[in-house]
């Protein structure tokens, strides 16, 4: 069985400044990886996924994350966040042969002015 | 945005009711989740299926049922609700085909029972 761990369940930061929001995964077989976000009384929307290739993937709004395979970690950063970043963000993982995903429990990112 | 739409979008209710939740897409998408959002849990998921009348339960299944008679459309049920169940209910779908892994989540339904 596969699981997931959000080091951090708030992170909070200001403005302009660099992000870095750590995700480790268990699973005894090949994993994919995705990085989801959710706005205040929103859906979950897919910020990026590492399926195979680079291990730096780029997704939307200028986040990225790097698949390290030997320490077992997905972590997301952002180089300048801004205001609009503020949300809860999740990181999940799903084997290459199945059918679910397991989520963390999330962290909460906080962008002060 | 793929178009997953779910009904109601609030709902309360009373201990002891049946209380049923939809999703519908216009994806045609095989797989479709029911998942429970809680503060500090994340997203537990509950059942899904991977087609008509195929379904299976999740970690959290106790005190819920699915059905899926359509490709379109993936209810769960309440069959006696608790307050244990009070919670955000989010639905997901996914292709799970060549590199489409991901799952599209709807907006949610907010339950709370009384």
């Known amino acids: 069985a596969q699981s997931v761990t959000q080091l951090d369940s708030q992170v909070p930061v200001f403005e302009e400044a660099p992000v870095e929001l750590r995700c480790n995964y268990s699973s005894s077989v090949s994993v994919y990886l995705f990085w989801y976000v959710q706005y205040p009384n929103q859906g979950l929307q897919l910020l990026l996924k590492y399926l195979s290739g680079s291990t730096l993937v780029k997704g939307i709004n200028g986040f990225e994350a790097e698949f390290n395979k030997s320490q077992t970690s997905f972590h997301l950063r952002k180089p300048s966040v801004h205001i609009s970043d503020t949300a809860e963000y999740f990181c999940?993982?799903?084997?290459?042969?199945?059918?679910?995903?397991?989520f963390g429990e999330g962290t909460q990112l906080t962008v002060n002015p | 945005d793929a178009g997953i739409t779910q009904s109601p979008r609030h709902k309360v209710t009373e201990t002891g009711t049946p209380v049923t939740l939809r999703c519908h897409q216009t994806?045609?998408?095989?797989?479709m989740y029911w998942y429970r959002q809680d503060p500090g849990h994340g997203l537990r998921l509950i059942h899904y299926?991977?087609?008509?009348?195929?379904?299976d339960k999740g970690e959290v299944s106790d005190g819920y049922s699915v059905s899926r008679s359509k490709t379109e459309d993936f209810l769960l049920t309440l069959e006696s609700a608790t307050s244990s169940q009070t919670s955000v209910y989010f639905c997901a779908i996914s292709e799970m085909l060549g590199l489409k892994h991901e799952q599209y989540f709807g907006p949610g339904t907010r339950l709370t029972v009384t």
């Open positions: 994806e045609n998408h095989r797989y």
């Open positions: 299926s991977y087609g008509v009348k195929d379904t």
């Open positions: 999940a993982v799903k084997e290459t042969s199945g059918s679910r995903l397991t």
